[in-house]
C-alpha cells in the first residue's frame, strides 16, 4: 500500500500502542489528523514545555515513550522541557520541524541549530532528511529510549513543520514497536558475581539495601522485598522509587538522602554493607555524596553499564553486577538460600522509625489553622486508591509528599519531579492520558503551579480528570526560613522575594476555565474534598490553605 511519511508516522505510532501525542502548533498536521483517523488523540498544549511534561508523565506510566512534537522556533524550548525526563530516565521521543538546507546558515527568521540544543538532554539525537530516512531513524530512537537506562531520544524532522519528510512516500510498511518497552531489555548477571554478591551478602551482619528509580523502572518490588527478608537488610530508597514497596513494611526505612525523612540516613550510615539497586550515586540520594559512609562496602546492581562506572556514592564499591534489577535480585535471592541471619540491625532500623512516627504522629492529625501540610499528606495516603497514582512537584512537594505519604507497594505509583519546578501539573494529565480508569492525584505547590496555569484549558478541553491538590502557603516555602534569618528576621523584607500576593483565588481561576474548585482552609475538610475531587469524572482543583511557617521533615546527616 503506497502511504506517504504523514501516514508512515501515524499509522506506526497507533501499532506502537500509543494512545495520546501532545503538541505545540505548527508542526506535523497532516500527521496528526491521520492520528486522529487512527485512534489517537492528539493533545494541544500551551507551552512546549508543557507539551513535554505532559509527554514525559504518559511515558512513565505506560513505559512506552512518550510522544511530543513542536515547530522549528518551539525546538528551542522543547530542548529545554526535556531535561526532567532526562534525568529521571523517562523515555520521550520528540519530534521537530527544522528549516530546510537551503535556508540554514543564512539569517532565517527563527531558526537556531538544533543539534546543539538537544545534545545534553536525549540519548539519541538525528536529523531526518527525507522520508526515505524516517522508518530507520523512528525505530532507532525508539530503541535508545527504552533500552538502558531510558531517556528522551530526537528526530530533527526536515521542513520548517515536518512538512518535507511528510510529503514524500515512505519505503516500507508501518513500525509495529508496542513490545520494545522501558527497559526493553532485562540482562542477566554473571552466575560467578553473583555467587561472590551472595557470599559478601551473608557475611555482614549489617547490610542495608538502597533502590534508585531503574529499580522503580524495572518494577521489582518483590523481588526486593524478597532478598531483603532473607537478608534481614532494611531498605531505603531514591525518591523516585518511593512507591516500589509498602512504605509500612517493618524493613522499610524511607527515603534517602537531601529529601529525606531522618529514619533512612542513619540506616545508610549505620550499615557496614550497601546493595544499592537501580540507583545513580547522585548528590540527593548520598546527601551529598556522604551516604554510605566512608569504609562501608558497596555492591551496585544496575541495568546501565555508564552507572557501575561512576564512582559517585559515599562508600567503597566493592563488586558491580550488570543485569536487570528484578533479574539480579532474584538471582541473588537464589544464591542466597535461607541463611540464619541476625536481627538486630534490622530491629535498630525498625526502631529509628517507631521513634520517628511517633514524633510526626501529632502532625499527621493536626487541626491547626493554616493547615499543616502534614496532614494533608495523612488525608492523601488515606484517600489515594489501591491503584492510584501520585505526581508530586519538585522542592517542598517532592519532600512532603516523598516522607509522609504512605504507599501500598501493590498498585500505586508515585510520580516525582526531578528538579524542574512546574512540573507536576501538565505530568498528571500525561499520566491520566496512559492510566485509563485509574484516579490520578498531582500534588503541587501554588509556586509550582503559576508556571502551568493554563493547562486547566487543556485538561478542561480534552476531558482529561485529575484531582489537583495545591498545597497553598502564598509563597515559596522551602527557602523561606533561611531568607528570613538572612533578611534579619524581618518578614516585610523576606517576603518582597519570596511570598505572593494574598489575592488570588485557584479555585475562581479553576471556575474561569469551565473547572471545579473546592477551597479547603479546615483540616477536617481535606479528606471529604479529595473523595470528592477524585469521583469526578473531570478534572478538580483543590485548593489547601497551609502556612508557611510549617516546617517539612530534614534529613538526618552524619556531623548532627
Known sequence: MRQNGAEWLARSIARSGQSHVFFIDAVLRPTLMALQAEGVQPVLAHSEKGAAYMADGYARIAGLPG?????????????????????????????????????????????????????????????????????????????????????PAHLDLNGLMGEVVEQGEAPEPPAELGAWRAPRHRPLPDPALVEDAARRLAACPRVAILAGDGAAQSRCGAELLALAERLRAPIVTSLGARALVPTRHPLVAGVSGTYSAPPANRVLHAADLVLMVGCDGGDQVTLNWRLPRAGAGIIRLDADPMELAQDSAGGATALDLLCDPAAGLAALADALGRPERDDSFAGQAAGWMAEWRQAMAP?????EAPIDPARLCAEISASLPEDGVLVADTGYSGIWTGTLVEFNGAGQEYLRAAGSLGWAFPAALGAKCAAGARKVVCYSGDGALYYHLTELETAKRRGIAVTLVVNNNRGFGQGWPNLLRAAGNRPEVAGTLLRFGEHTDFCAIARGFGLRGIRVERAGEIGPALREAMASDETVLVEVMTGIDHRAPEPWSPES
Open 363 to 367: 502532625r499527621l492529625t493536626s487541626d
Open 67 to 151: 510522544i511530543v512534537a513542536a515547530q522549528s522556533v518551539g525546538a528551542a524550548n522543547l530542548a529545554a522541557a526535556l531535561q526532567d525526563a532526562y534525568l529521571a530516565r523517562a523515555p520521550l521521543l520528540a519530534l521537530t520541524g527544522r528549516k530546510t538546507p537551503a535556508a540554514q546558515h543564512r539569517n532565517a527568521y527563527q531558526e537556531v541549530a538544533h543539534a546543539p540544543l538537544f545534545a545534553p538532554v536525549t540519548k539519541f539525537s538525528a536529523a531526518v532528511e527525507s522520508t526515505a530516512e524516517l522508518p530507520r531513524l523512528f525505530r532507532q530512537a525508539w530503541a535508545a529510549a527504552v533500552s538502558a537506562s531510558p531517556r
